[in-house]
């Protein structure tokens, strides 16, 4: 068994912290590549170091305010090291790094420095080799992630017994540092577990896994045990707080599962995120989650006989495209048509577009509907499983909650309710209560 361990901020944000992602390490001889997040809040008025260094560069220009940032950031450093017993020459690597800072460093080096100074302290602490994400990640002269020439350096990884990588960063072709979007460790985290071949790809956070509900809506609600690749990628659209796509796609392409673990709660065995056959024996009809979001516009138009107007939903995509607008859904009868469209979308331009519709499109009638939420209900073989229809559309029934659109994903994995924004909350409770309570 090999495995790779990412740490997130949360579980790295103080010397407590950061103790306890060392047991897990420890714990176990299979987490044999460790990478490492900067170090997060250590308290609801906290800043997390990746923001402390962004407002770094931002303000570098006044020498003072820069001087006390820095300090504060070498500051959280120091606390670590010395807490963990570490022996480190701190002084000397961050009197390089501000060096730099003052010679005129990017933001993408300043930025990048959280993970590289948490990787060369956890490196030290595990006795493991510390791993240079420049060296072995790559991008391209445009700044997109490079994977032919990343699978050209990061192999060497095998050849190691043990490796801390920072997570976030790696190298442009001149050398220098370049970074992902936010959450980028988990890309680097996907990235080193296909390199190295993981079976299994851990992701140590401050949760025991996914939630089948947000919390917020939902008082306590169940953690997800197993989730497929897909079903996650359902969840995902339609706003559950998961994993980037970018950082699931290298091993998902791999096959390795990952595997949401809580760094405060071991004993939890958290979230499984598989290939889709890893679920083919689960029961049919099985509701995996339940997401959604407010605020969305439906425009629908009718048109008698429109179905045999060649060309009729090419025109009115065509509208959208011309104004910069994407739709989510698009549910259609004989002689209508529905575009569910996020309000973000339209931003303003609601009447511009319906005026362009009425144009180029000549339905007989065009009516707009504002205020409404959609809910994605994630599981396996639903539209194939007798009685899940029934349970749904039942348990919204009973909450007096009326159902303005339906669409059924064509791969059986979800249904997308639309309802009014107003009836959201009490939708999402009374489904969550239909199939988990």
Request: glycine share 10%; with cysteine.
């Amino acid at each position: 068994m090999l495995k790779v361990a990412k740490f997130g901020g949360t579980s790295l944000s103080s010397t407590a912290q950061t103790a306890k992602a060392i047991d897990v390490v420890m714990a176990d001889p299979a987490r044999r590549y460790v990478v490492v997040s900067a170090p997060g809040k250590r308290s609801a008025g906290d800043k997390k170091i990746t923001d402390l260094l962004y407002s770094l560069h931002k303000n570098r220009g006044d020498a003072a305010l820069a001087e006390k940032i820095f300090g504060a950031i070498s500051n959280r450093f120091f606390l670590i090291a010395v807490g963990l017993g570490i022996k480190l020459d701190l002084d000397s690597i961050l009197e390089e790094i501000w060096e730099n800072i003052s010679s005129g460093a990017t933001v993408d080096y300043i930025a990048s420095r959280g993970e590289y100074l948490n990787g060369l302290i956890i490196a030290e602490a595990l006795r493991y080799q510390f791993v240079d994400a420049k060296d072995v990640v790559r991008f391209d002269e445009t700044g997109r992630y490079d994977e032919v020439a990343t699978k050209l350096c990061i192999g060497s990884l095998r050849g190691l017994e043990n490796a801390v990588i920072p997570g976030f960063y790696g190298s442009m072709p001149d050398g220098s540092i370049k970074t992902f979007t936010r959450g980028g460790s988990d890309i680097t985290g996907s990235i080193v577990a296909e390199a190295v071949g993981a079976d299994v790809y851990e992701n140590w956070t401050d949760v025991d896994g996914f939630l089948m509900a947000d919390p917020r809506i939902v008082k306590n609600p169940k953690t997800i045990k197993v989730v497929t690749y897909s079903e996650l990628r359902e969840l995902a659209y339609m706003g559950a707080c998961v994993l980037h796509d970018e950082a699931i796609f290298p091993v998902q392409k791999a096959g390795i599962p990952i595997n949401i673990r809580n760094t405060n709660n071991w004993s939890n065995d958290g979230t499984m995120i598989v290939p889709d056959c890893f679920a083919q024996r689960e029961t049919p009809g099985t509701v995996v989650g339940i997401a959604g979001r407010e605020n969305f516009t439906v425009i629908t138009l009718a048109k008698a006989r429109m179905n045999q107007e060649v060309g009729f939903v090419r025109k009115l995509c065509g509208v959208l495209e011309k104004h910069g607008v994407s739709f989510e859904h698009m549910p259609s009868g004989i002689d209508t048509i529905s575009i569910i469209i996020d309000d973000e979308q339209l931003d303003g331009k609601t009447d511009l577009v319906v005026t362009e519709i009425k144009k180029v499109c000549s339905p007989e009638s065009v009516v707009v509907e504002r205020e409404l939420a959609m809910i994605c209900v994630v599981g396996r073989a639903m539209a194939r499983t007798v009685g899940v229809a029934a349970e749904l559309f039942g348990s919204l029934a009973k909450a007096g909650v009326n159902v303005r659109t339906i669409d059924q994903g064509a791969s059986e994995r979800s249904i997308i309710l639309g309802v009014s924004n107003s009836d959201y909350k009490n939708a999402v409770n009374a489904v969550y209560k239909a199939f988990a309570g």
